[in-house]
């Protein structure tokens, strides 16, 4: 693994940051998980939520890792909620969360997803509907949410994460491929109506990123060269190099960006 993914950090700093609350959904594990300490590293106060009380065990992971490292600033707090993005209520719960935690919100991240795979003439109602509920339906009920509230308090940044998907065919995942095209094209919609009340709403496309969603391209003969096969840039990715757009996506210099989609990809939309 260490062949073909490059673990050096960024460094990127955004002076803006430092105090600000946010909100990162399914952050348990995966990207999620590492938007939220990198974050919190940069003293952002962050909410993580996932499906289980393994998002509880990941925010007191993180603030231990934090509490043991040396940073240029001093590090915000994470707080872990447990909420499924499919419920409204959910997402209401975490806003609370932030307000009463933290006093406010500044930044949300619709990260959670699911990647289900079946030919597209096999495909199950159940699974097509998952897919929509969780990618596509989860982040309207956050991005509603998460506006609701930034609007009324002088505007705020909302990330969504589409994907590879959204832009170009994997075959044998069509619900998935369906379901992040509606999530770009909403992250587009909100983004034209919220603009009055200084909202930004932008996407981010991954395209192949190490991480557990992506773990079956180590174990299927062949599926690596394959994939890599469609990379100008011959690796996966890093989450941190998914963190890095989100990150200026997230923060005022990214001020006059909405409805934007910044690919991280290693150029693997254009194969
Ligand atoms: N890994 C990749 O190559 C890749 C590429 C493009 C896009 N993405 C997108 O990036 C995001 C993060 O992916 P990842 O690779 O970290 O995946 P992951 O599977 O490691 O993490 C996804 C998280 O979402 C959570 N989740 C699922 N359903 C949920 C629900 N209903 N409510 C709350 N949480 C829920 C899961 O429990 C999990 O912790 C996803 O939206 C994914 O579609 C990933």
Redesign the pocket.
């Known amino acids: 693994m260490e062949n073909y993914v490059n673990h050096s950090p960024i460094e990127a700093q955004y002076p803006d940051l430092p105090g600000k609350t946010m909100v990162v959904?399914?952050a348990?594990?995966?990207?999620?998980r590492l938007f939220a300490s990198q974050l919190a590293s940069r003293g952002v106060n962050v909410v993580i939520?996932?499906?289980s009380d393994a998002v509880l065990d990941t925010a007191a992971e993180i603030n231990q890792e934090l509490s043991e490292m040396v940073l240029q600033t001093e590090n915000g707090r994470v707080i872990g909620v447990v909420?499924?993005?499919?419920k409204k209520q959910d997402h209401e719960k975490t806003l609370s969360a932030a307000i009463e935690e933290f006093g406010g919100l500044h930044g949300w991240i619709n990260?959670?997803?699911?990647?289900p795979e079946a030919a597209s003439l096999d495909i199950p109602e159940s699974q097509f509907d998952l897919a929509f509920d969780?990618?596509t339906k989860?982040t309207l009920f956050g991005s509603q949410v998460a506006a609701g509230y930034m609007k009324d308090h002088g505007g705020g940044a909302i990330v969504n994460?589409a994907?590879?998907?959204a832009l170009r065919i994997r075959r044998g995942r069509g619900s998935y491929n369906t379901a992040k095209a509606g999530t770009l094209q909403l992250s587009y919609s909100l983004a034209v109506e919220l603009g009055d009340f200084n909202v930004r709403v932008n996407a981010v496309a991954?395209?192949?990123?190490d991480?557990?969603?992506?773990q079956w391209v180590h174990e299927r003969e062949g599926a690596l060269d394959h994939a890599l096969g469609n990379v100008p840039l011959h690796r996966i990715g890093a989450p941190v190099e998914v963190f890095a757009a989100v990150l200026f996506l997230l923060s005022d210099s990214a001020r006059y960006i909405t409805g934007s989609c910044i690919s991280v990809d290693g150029g693997s939309r254009h194969v």
């Open positions: 959904t399914g348990a594990q995966g990207m999620g939520t996932d499906l909420a499924d993005v499919t990260n959670a997803g699911v990647f969780v990618n989860g994460m994907s590879v998907a991954p395209g192949f990123i991480t557990a969603m992506t």
